[in-house]
């Protein structure tokens, strides 16, 4: 890596063969396997892309294993986004087609009043978050911010209907 | 290795070239501003401009290709500041001859070229390294980074520069050379 850094052409190849199958295990490791194969590659490139950046004094395998890293969170990032947007359409759909049984109503208007309680339990904000995202909208806040308050919230609820010793 | 690998190995190479190529670059943008100093004092500087444009491809092409000829690139610059500076400070302070109507710029070019050659001659890498190659690089980029500065006096200026750069170099290289 340090000779490919330098811009030993010749190197090329030997680094190739030792970089990839580690990378693609790594991927294979953290992701699916229809997802592993795409990431492994986008981080190969990206290792190459940045070779002349290469700092001689780190290891080498440690430094890609870092950008093939990076890329898994944001593959995962990216992941989360698709589910969150699809969602509400999905469950709206789901609604549409299923019609509950007077069991299941009777369960979820159970689950609604004591989410209800929780929700009272909660401070207003993470109350009102929680709200906007189970309707689907979102507040006048970057999408990354809001994602972050939601996940908060969400652990509070959590701890909120865990301690009310209902769950 | 396999269809596959053999087409992902393609894209890291063409990869790894435009990483280089990107990374080269943006170091040697660097120097357009110091290109773009005669317009500070130079009536014409348009030839001079056109020195500092192709020392920053010769720059950028160097960084790209690496190894040896990278090798040559900060010598070479640290080199051909000299012969920059100087005849721009002194077209700055004042003497603001026409273009090879006096004496006293060819001398300056002269004085700045072996000043520059002398810097050359200690900060160059050894002639016999990697045949010589990075030691050439650095030369030129001495030339080139000088002859922003001297283009200001016109060819006069720039041949007074590279025959001091020359005359600066050679002994420092010669005793450089005979120490081992």
Redesign the interface.
């Known amino acids: 890596m340090e000779r ?1 850094a ?3 052409r010749s190197a ?2 030997p680094v ?2 030792l970089l ?1 199958p580690p990378l693609r295990r790594f991927a294979a490791r953290h992701l699916g396997p229809g997802e592993a194969d795409d990431i492994a ?1 986008e981080a ?3 290792v ?6 290469f700092d001689p004094s780190r290891s080498a395998l440690a430094w890609a294993l870092g950008i093939a890293a990076y890329e898994i969170r944001t593959a995962r990032r990216k992941r989360q986004r698709r589910r969150e947007e699809a969602a509400p359409a999905g469950t709206l759909a789901t609604a549409r087609d299923q019609k509950p049984t007077p069991e299941e109503t009777a369960m979820q208007d159970d689950m609604e009043s004591m989410l209800r309680e929780s929700l009272g339990a909660l401070r207003p904000e993470d109350a009102e978050t929680l709200r906007l995202y189970s309707r689907g909208e979102r507040a006048h806040v970057a999408a990354a911010t809001f994602r972050k308050r939601v996940e908060r919230a969400l652990t509070r609820l959590r701890a909120a209907w865990g301690t009310d010793g209902r769950r | ?1 396999d269809v596959a ?1 053999a087409i ?2 393609a ?3 063409r ?2 070239e ?3 190529l990107g ?2 670059a943006s170091r040697a943008l660097p120097l357009l501003p110091l290109a773009c100093l005669p317009i500070l004092c130079c009536p014409d500087p348009a030839r001079s401009i056109a020195c500092g444009v192709a020392l920053v491809a010769v720059v950028t092409c160097c960084l ?4 040896a ?2 090798r040559g690139v900060r010598p070479g610059l640290i080199a051909g500041g000299v012969p920059l500076m100087i005849p721009v400070v002194a077209q700055a302070t004042g003497h603001l001859c026409g273009i090879g109507r006096c004496l006293i710029d060819p001398t300056i070019c002269i004085v700045a070229g072996v000043a520059g050659g002398i810097a050359l001659g200690v900060f160059a890498p050894r002639p016999r390294e990697a045949h010589g190659i990075p030691l050439v690089t650095a030369s030129l980029i001495a030339g080139l980074t000088g002859s922003v500065g001297c283009w200001m006096y016109g060819l006069v200026g720039v041949a007074g520069m590279v025959v001091g750069l020359l005359a600066g170099a050679a002994p420092v290289l010669a005793v450089r050379r005979a120490r081992g």
């Open positions: 490919l330098d811009g030993d090329f190849h190739f063969e990839w590659q190969l490139l990206r190459f892309r940045r070779a002349a950046e | 290795m690998d992902l190995a894209r890291a190479r990869a790894y435009t990483g280089r990374s080269a790209w290709r690496g190894e000829l990278r």
